[in-house]
T-cell receptor
Framework: GDSVTQMEGPVTLSEEAFLTINCTYT??????LFWYVQYPGEGLQLLLK?????DKGSNKGFEATYRKETTSFHLEKGSVQVSDSAVYFC????????????FGKGTTLSVSS | GAVVSQHPSWVICKSGTSVKIECRSL??????MFWYRQFPKQSLMLMAT?????????EQGVEKDKFLINHASLTLSTLTVTSAHPEDSSFYIC??????????FGPGTRLTVL
């Protein structure tokens, strides 16, 4: 079945460090890919998305590129801030109307000043 | 952007009682809503897909008689946890699709069963 695999956390970085959170997927169809972020005590927020191969999603300094050949959608940010501390979820949806997102297990990022 | 609300945000109840959680799409109509459950430090697990005016579709292993879902209108879905027990304590999150099939998430409801 369809699935998402994320790197295990927690990831602990100093402010201004470079961030990579790996995400790979398995899908029977041609999925759309997403990164969601969950700040402490809050609900999930869409961070970025990509709907086809080689698309790059970007938002708030975060980027991820849809790589069909490696079935990956790694999240990157060049310089993290303390306010980026959160749990990050990679997710996919196979392009059928009304289907639910399939989530990875989440990666906790902790950034210290 | 589109907003999805949940009510209540936190509920504590005694074992054996029933709890209703509401999920509303505030500024759009949602033909499809989803209910997820999130355990501490774990991912979201889909419980059921709720379509307006029809019965919900439950994921394997989710007891439909225990987790009653009603999607009576295009802006409201409810999840009722019947005869709740401590093992039902969890974070319940709903989401709703707009007409572009973009999914928006509610803030979640934390249920604690004593």
């Amino acid at each position: 079945g369809d699935s998402v695999t994320q790197m295990e956390g927690p990831v602990t970085l100093s402010e201004e460090a470079f961030l990579t959170i790996n995400c790979t997927y398995t899908a029977t169809g041609y999925p759309s890919l997403f990164w969601y972020v969950q700040y402490p005590g809050e609900g999930l927020q869409l961070l970025l998305k990509a709907t086809k191969a080689d698309d790059k999603g970007s938002n708030k300094g975060f980027e991820a590129t849809y790589r069909k050949e490696t079935t990956s959608f790694h999240l990157e940010k060049g310089s993290v801030q303390v306010s980026d501390s959160a749990v990050y979820f990679c997710a996919l949806i196979v392009n059928q109307a009304g289907t639910a997102l399939i989530f990875g297990k989440g990666t906790t990022l902790s950034v210290s000043s | 952007g589109a907003v999805v609300s949940q009510h209540p945000s936190w509920v504590i109840c005694k074992s054996g009682t029933s709890v209703k959680i509401e999920c509303r799409s505030l500024d759009f109509q949602a033909t499809t809503m989803f209910w997820y459950r999130q355990f501490p430090k774990q991912s979201l697990m889909l419980m059921a897909t709720s379509n307006e005016g029809s019965k919900a579709t439950y994921e394997q292993g989710v007891e439909k008689d225990k987790f009653l879902i009603n999607h009576a209108s295009l802006t409201l879905s409810t999840l009722t946890v019947t005869s709740a027990h401590p093992e039902d304590s969890s974070f319940y999150i709903c989401s709703a699709n707009d007409d572009t099939d973009t999914q928006y998430f509610g803030p979640g409801t934390r249920l604690t069963v004593l």
